[in-house]
């Protein structure tokens, strides 16, 4: 029997910067590149055993073995960028290269292996990067899909024109937004996970504030301004191109983030009572038919092959109604949302919790690990997991980050 031809796959978490700064040679500054290198193992989420994972670091056996006993397959791992000159792995047959997400940067790292893909690989929209791809990745085409879904939708549960995004060239721009809104939250056009993204809460822009606008205009050319609103509840519409114009709607993902709108967590083995509550099933189902209107309409699933994920929101209005912003962004990649729903189906019924990133500036993700190991064992039920705390990445390997679940 022979085994298939592997996937590559490699976690490249900076893609969005990458794909603003546009060069092959782009490097993420220090700290994310120590995020993307501790949490490099986290494919083995959406791996098959047939598959390759490159990584900065080999697991550890004790870290797999635990994995192993909690039912993940465990890939093949080989060392990047060593393999770009292991002849025997280069002449190897592969089917797909799957970086977490697409960028010039990203493509020109692989570019040596694309020879051994297979044919439906090299007939993908995105098998090599083309200059107008960079706007599919754009805070701009979010909001012309998000004015296309409320345009088109009998639903009077969208987000209302008067509180829509708005594009801003100029400092100036920004401030009468300020003025307007009170409260504000300024955005990078390229930008993922919380980053590039000020939350500005008092009715005036400070020097740093300004030093910070100033960079992001001069070299995006503009940034996208909202208006802070109440937010009640972070979800995301989860789906998967064909890069044919076929999109299969996936799942709802939940997720929770900090105050400055950085990503925490996921939600794990349950739909949140809350978003049952505020949007009926067929609320649900419009919501979901309207943005894969809006995704075709812009051609994004002729130009994309893969997962993607919609982040929306559900908050409350001035006059108190529940609304949902139905489009803040879209990520034409891999997501958080994406690994939770693949982790999905390990949770025992009985049992809800969070897939999380670890990030502490005070401590390490080793330090964390011992205690919550100690203080929380992780526990199995009938095959699925129960109760406790799992590393999903290595906590033996010196790593200030890190990946895990929580389940009670």
């Known amino acids: 029997m022979t085994s298939k031809a592997p996937n590559l796959y490699i976690f490249n978490a900076t893609s ?27 494919p083995i989420c959406y791996a098959s055993s047939d598959d390759v994972i490159l990584v900065n670091q080999i697991p550890d056996n ?8 909690a039912g993940i397959n465990i890939p093949r791992f080989k060392l990047f960028p060593q393999t770009l000159t292991d002849q025997s792995f280069l002449k190897e047959s592969k089917s797909h290269l799957r970086p977490w997400g697409w960028s010039p940067r990203i493509h020109h790292q692989l570019a040596p292996f694309k020879s051994q893909c297979c044919q439906s690989f090299i007939n993908q929209p995105n098998a090599t990067w083309k200059a107008e791809h960079k706007e599919l990745y754009s805070r701009k085409l979010a909001l012309e899909c998000l004015e296309h879904i409320t345009n088109n939708s009998a639903s009077d549960k969208y987000i209302s024109r008067d509180i829509f995004p708005v594009i801003c060239t100029k400092q100036s721009e920004v401030a009468a937004l300020q003025q307007k809104w009170q409260q504000i939250v300024i955005k ?26 100033g960079g992001v205009l001069k070299s995006q050319g503009y940034v996208m301004v909202e208006a802070l609103v109440n937010k009640q509840l972070d979800f995301s519409v989860q789906f998967y191109s064909d890069g044919k114009g076929q999109l299969d709607f996936l799942d709802f993902g939940f997720f929770d983030t900090n105050d400055n ?30 943005i894969e209107a809006a995704i075709r309409e812009y051609n994004i699933a002729d130009e994309y092959c893969g997962y993607l994920g919609v982040d929306c929101m559900l908050f409350l209005n001035k006059e108190g109604e529940m609304k949902v912003q139905p489009c803040l962004e879209i990520n034409l990649r891999y997501n958080m949302g994406t690994i939770a729903i693949k982790l999905n189906p390990y949770i025992h019924p009985d049992s809800r919790g969070t897939f999380n990133i670890y990030a502490d500036a005070k401590s390490d993700f080793v330090s964390f690990n011992h205690e919550m190991a100690k203080k ?26 890190g990946a895990y679940i929580f389940l009670e």
Do not use: C
Request: without cysteine.
């Open 62 to 69: 004790e870290f797999l073995e635990s994995l192993n006993r």
């Open 376 to 401: 929380h064992p992780f526990e199995m039920k009938n095959g699925k997991w129960f109760k406790g705390y799992l590393p999903l990445t290595s906590p033996n390997q010196d790593k200030l980050f």
């Open 261 to 290: 709108g950085q990503y925490q967590a996921n939600y794990i083995g349950y739909t949140p009572k809350f978003f049952k509550q505020s949007l009926s099933k067929k609320d649900q189902e419009n919501l979901v038919k309207d």
């Open 16 to 42: 969005e910067m990458a794909i603003s700064n546009g060069t092959v040679s782009f490097m993420p500054n220090k700290i994310l590149t120590r995020f993307e290198q501790d949490l490099d193992v986290l």
């Open 188 to 213: 990078s056009p390229w930008s993922s996970s919380g980053r590039g993204l000020q939350v500005l809460r008092k009715a005036f822009i400070n020097k740093s504030v300004e030093q910070a606008l």
